[in-house]
Antibody, heavy 118, light 110 residues
Framework: EVQLVESGGGLVQPGESLRLSCAASKFTFNIYWMDWVRQAPGQGLVWVSRINSDGSSINYADSVKGRFTISRDNAKNTLYLQMDSLRVDDTAVYSC???????????WGQGTMVTVSS | QSALTQPPSASGSPGQSVTISCTGTSSDVGGYNYVSWYQQYPGKAPKLMIYEVNKRPSGVPDRFSGSKSGHTASLTVSGLQAEDEADYYCGSYGGSNNYVFGTGTKVTVL
């Protein structure tokens, strides 16, 4: 079964860092662009970042630009999100998603919870 | 990168139709035919229902249809069923490899 599995979430204090991972399986990871999407508790979906298939093109939402870094290791079929200078309003479930169709996400991970609180 | 505007809620009786709007700008919905719709049950990952305005991925019932006029896209669910009760989010390419989601609509089957 095609699958995305996130890990690395947890409870941190404001200003601290976390690194999320997303392991892809049962599909050819290196041909797809991948994104991170987050959803705060009880709130809507918010796009966070995008990386193309070979990592040469990267984009961020204004709210995380300069603090978050997306990357990928195609040899390990893994997507990453390095999150620095975390803020309380970064608290959310972070999901990795596959861009399997033109600007649409056809595969979603279950997400990993990030809680930023003092 | 402002969220696309959706009504907070929509409802209909079984067998009826419900239509959800998604309003953006010329920089997103109005500028590209890359509008998609996602269905999300509580505690679950979203599921792609419509992409490129009106295309259905394999396995999505044809009761779900999409359209767009100007800066507003719409999702119509025909022949409403109890299992259609969920949150629905639109999404659109926003140019420069950015993406934007809608505010979400809770659909209730009466």
């Amino acid at each position: 079964e095609v699958q995305l599995v996130e890990s690395g979430g947890g409870l941190v204090q404001p200003g601290e860092s976390l690194r999320l991972s997303c392991a892809a399986s049962k599909f050819t990871f290196n041909i797809y662009w991948m994104d991170w999407v987050r959803q705060a508790p009880g709130q809507g979906l918010v796009w966070v970042s995008r990386i193309n298939s070979d990592g040469s093109s990267i984009n961020y939402a204004d709210s995380v630009k300069g603090r978050f870094t997306i990357s990928r290791d195609n040899a390990k079929n893994t997507l990453y999100l390095q999150m620095d200078s975390l803020r309380v309003d970064d608290t959310a479930v972070y999901s990795c998603v596959r861009g399997g169709l033109p600007n649409a996400y056809d595969i979603w991970g279950q997400g990993t919870m990030v809680t930023v609180s003092s | 990168q402002s969220a696309l505007t959706q009504p907070p809620s929509a409802s209909g009786s079984p067998g009826q139709s419900v239509t959800i709007s998604c309003t953006g700008t010329s920089s997103d919905v109005g500028g590209y035919n890359y509008v998609s719709w996602y269905q999300q049950y509580p505690g679950k990952a979203p599921k792609l229902m419509i992409y490129e305005v009106n295309k259905r991925p394999s396995g999505v019932p044809d009761r779900f249809s999409g359209s767009k006029s100007g800066h507003t896209a719409s999702l119509t669910v025909s022949g409403l069923q109890a299992e259609d009760e969920a949150d629905y989010y639109c999404g659109s390419y926003g140019g420069s490899n950015n993406y934007v989601f809608g505010t979400g609509t809770k659909v209730t089957v009466l």
